[in-house]
């Protein structure tokens, strides 16, 4: 559904704003009454708007009524797809708007991780932004998984009453982010989330942000997968390994299991308590992330075997120039 030339002065998509923080606006703003007639005046998709899908349809329709932006640069910056874009496999495209689908596409083992569904935000930030533009949003930086801190102010980010236990998963639930801090549920204060942060986490944070803003690039996920292959040795895609293969496969993912540490997992996960037979549970292995080709995998899980192999980014993307072996 286009609804160019309607609603431009209020759904403008405003400085490092979510895109579908424009709806919440649009819902509070466009005097429609519930969110769902006035999110209906844009698109069909809006049903659980939570802010990590990669892809749906409600981005292309939303992108479609923006004023004057029909540029794919755009999109992109209002959305997590350049975050996710390398991880994506086969045919890589430019813009989610040239991509669109029916619902909402998430990565294998999104759910794994805390706060990935809920809407968060800097009260710094909002401050700012109600300075600035006239109104509060929600921020593109804010939203990806595992992230808890503003980039701007290095605090935490604030989710979840921790009075009324709601959980902001979705925009038409909370809208924008509440003046004051206050649930809009049961008036209480919203706190800050707190997580132990240590360096692993500050590693995570600043490699996400950087491959949202397009700062580091990362190659397609077929290049990214051959890194991985040339680490282990194992030059291509097989379907019966060597015992000396399937020896290294079980060291490396050893190592991987091995490398983070317990307080890690608590920040990241939902059940940061499973574990298989004493080894800390990962649901992500090795194998399945070198050797499928068509496998989408939550880029978190790429940036921890990343971290826990090359150590950073930098010499993962030199990795590809030799035939290193760890
Ligand atoms: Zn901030
Ligand atoms: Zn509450």
């Given amino acids: 559904m ?51 899908a990669f892809n749906r349809r409600v981005y292309q329709d939303l992108f479609n009524a923006l004023p004057e ?6 999109i992109a910056r209002h959305t997590p797809f350049n975050y996710y874009k390398s991880f994506y496999p086969g045919e890589v495209f430019n813009s989610p708007h040239q991509a669109a689908v ?3 596409v998430f990565p294998i083992g999104h759910d794994t991780f805390k706060y990935a569904r809920e809407w968060r935000w800097c009260s710094d930030c909002v401050e700012s932004d109600i300075e600035i533009t006239g109104f509060p949003y929600f ?47 049961c008036k209480s204060t919203v706190n800050t989330i707190e997580e132990e942060l240590d360096d692993e986490v500050m590693w995570l944070h600043e490699v996400s942000w950087d491959l949202l803003s397009g700062k580091v690039r990362l190659p397609s996920l077929s290049k990214i997968q051959e890194r991985y292959r040339s680490y282990v040795d194992i030059p291509l895609s097989k ?15 050893g190592a991987i299991n091995e490398y983070f540490s ?13 574990f298989y037979g004493g080894r800390r549970a990962l649901s992500f292995r090795f194998i399945g992330m070198a050797f499928s080709s068509d496998k989408f995998f939550q880029p978190v899980f790429h940036l921890m075997l990343i971290r826990a192999l090359f150590k950073d980014i930098d010499s993962f993307i030199g990795a590809g120039n030799e035939h290193s072996r760890g």
């Fill in 2 to 52: 286009n609804a160019s030339g309607k609603f431009h002065i209020m759904i403008d998509a405003q400085p490092q704003e979510h895109l579908l923080s424009v709806l919440g606006r649009f819902g509070v703003l466009s005097g429609y009454g519930p969110f769902w007639k006035s999110a209906a005046k844009i698109s069909s998709d809006t049903t659980r708007l939570c802010p990590a």
């Fill in 69 to 74: 932006r029909n540029n794919d640069g755009t």
């Fill in 102 to 104: 029916n619902g909402p």
């Fill in 139 to 185: 921020r593109i930086e804010h939203q990806l998984p595992g992230i808890i801190l503003c980039p701007h102010h290095r605090k935490t980010l604030r989710s979840r009453c921790g009075q009324c236990k709601s959980e902001w998963k979705t925009i038409s639930k909370i809208l924008v982010p509440p003046a004051n801090n206050e649930c809009p549920k």
């Fill in 239 to 253: 379907e019966r390994f060597s015992i000396r293969q399937q020896k290294r496969l079980g060291e490396v993912q």
């Fill in 262 to 274: 317990e307080t890690f997992y608590q920040y990241l996960l939902k059940k940061p308590g499973n």
